[in-house]
């Protein structure tokens, strides 16, 4: 049972940054991240499959959030600057093993979910 946890979320003032990491227990796995705002259903951002691919889902973040992956630390990363009140929504990571998918449904393992709350 493959295990993801969750950190760095908070509270940041629009135009502030955060890091979200996202470490699994176990290699092999491609993860995504997905965000649900509130009121609104889950959305793909992005995924990073093992052999370090990136793959963008949500245009409404290009050019201020950037993905990478420490793979001696099974460890993704959510880098997110210039934050907008939009950008406000619980973030979750996912896992699935090997392959990136946009659907929420085609991932097995999901973390606990982080919180992220923009002020203007």
């Known amino acids: 049972q493959l295990q993801l946890v969750e950190s760095g979320g908070g509270l940041v003032q629009s135009g502030g940054s955060l890091r979200l990491s996202c470490a699994a227990s176990?290699?092999?796995?491609?993860i995504g991240w997905f965000r649900q705002a509130p009121g609104k259903g889950r959305e793909g951002v992005a995924c990073?499959?093992?052999?370090?691919?990136?793959?963008k889902y949500l245009g409404s973040v290009a050019g201020r959030f950037t993905f990478s992956r420490d793979n001696a630390k099974n460890t993704v990363y959510l880098q997110m600057n210039s934050l907008k009140p939009e950008d406000t929504a619980v973030y979750y990571c996912?896992?699935?093993?090997?392959?990136?998918?946009?659907?929420?449904?085609?991932?097995?393992?999901w973390g606990q979910g982080t919180r992220v709350t923009v002020s203007p």
């Open positions: 990073i499959n093992s052999s370090g691919e990136i793959f």
């Open positions: 176990g290699d092999l796995y491609a």
């Open positions: 996912a896992a699935e093993l090997y392959y990136c998918s946009k659907d929420a449904s085609d991932y097995t393992y």
